[in-house]
């Protein structure tokens, strides 16, 4: 140090804090990508298909605990973590279920699965598998009697069969599950068919869901509900609102529209918006053929 004064005739200074987190970028940034959802047109890709700094710790997180919920608005990438946790358990050796409520989501990340060979992730939507445990069980005549417009029935009924089909002539269980969309799957009946898919049950076994909480159908008391149950697994509880799926622009118009607030931080900047309004089917048709 006192040769160092002594050439440069000035005291020794330290980095200020801004300057070490600058270094750190530039000597080892966190940079990591995942699996893409879809294809991007909108000249930002670069931009948003990168996990963000949030994304990365929550996915190390997500690694290092067995248990968890994420919660998070739509477009903060609930749905890409989900699969990246899915196919890093796979890469393990785990046997995992991939569960979601949308069948045409269920068949995109197959798809995506398979492209990318990935080997281990079984992916079902919730209706399909219900039916499925239900016929095998023997129950499909009790399901013939339901009344499958009431809109108990998915919420409590269809689960409730599920379960018994599975607690009477047992079933397939997975060493892992991964629940996306799950704000349309949290029920106490629902969480009774999820205890009997993973190994070790809801209380020791590994499990992750990821939930939109301004989605939720069910209303308070089925969330204070599920709440309990999960809180006796001590889940690791992670929240997500950075934007990663669409610009500003994009999220703030859908906002006013829509009347859910859409995620704004860090979306990144796009061009403005144009509505175009339709009066029929025939006629919307006819304006997205002049758009594109």
């Not at 080892?28 to 893409?36: G, Q």
């Not at 996990?51 to 997180?61: K, P, S, V």
């Not at 798809?111 to 992730?121: K, M």
């Not at 997500?240 to 006013?256: G, K, M, P, W």
Request: glycine content about 8%.
């Amino acid at each position: 140090e006192a040769d160092y004064a002594a050439r440069d005739r000035r005291g020794r200074r330290g980095l200020a804090p801004h300057q070490i987190k600058q270094a750190r970028q530039i000597l080892r940034p966190d940079l990591e990508t995942a699996l893409s959802i879809g294809g991007f047109l909108t000249g930002v890709e670069a931009q948003i298909l990168h996990l963000t700094n949030e994304q990365i710790r929550i996915c190390r997180r997500l690694a290092a605990n067995p248990r968890s919920v994420v919660r998070g608005p739509a477009g903060t990438g609930k749905t890409i973590l989900a699969t990246d946790r899915a196919r890093q358990l796979a890469a393990n050796g785990r046997k995992v279920l991939f569960l979601c409520f949308n069948r045409l989501l269920a068949g995109h990340i197959r798809r995506s699965l398979a492209g990318d060979n990935v080997t281990g992730v079984d992916v079902r939507h919730a209706h399909a598998l219900y039916r499925g445990i239900i016929r095998s069980g023997g129950k499909e005549a009790e399901l013939a009697e339901e009344d499958e417009t009431d809109p108990g029935f998915f919420a409590r009924r269809f689960p409730e069969l599920a379960a018994d089909a599975l607690l009477e002539n047992g079933g397939q269980r997975w060493d892992a599950l991964v629940v996306d969309e799950a704000q349309d799957l949290l029920t106490p009946s629902h969480l009774d068919v999820l205890d009997l898919l993973v190994d070790g049950g809801l209380d020791h076994g590994v499990w992750h869901v990821f939930l939109d909480p301004l989605q939720n159908i069910y209303g308070s008391d089925a969330e204070r509900a599920v709440e309990e149950r999960l809180a006796s697994a001590y889940p690791v509880h992670d929240r997500l609102e950075d934007n990663c799926r669409n610009t500003r622009q994009v999220a703030a118009q859908t906002s006013i529209i829509s009347g859910i607030d859409m995620a704004m931080n860090n979306a990144p900047d796009g061009l403005e918006c144009e509505n175009v309004s339709y009066l029929s089917r025939a006629d919307a048709l006819d304006q997205i053929e002049a758009v594109v």
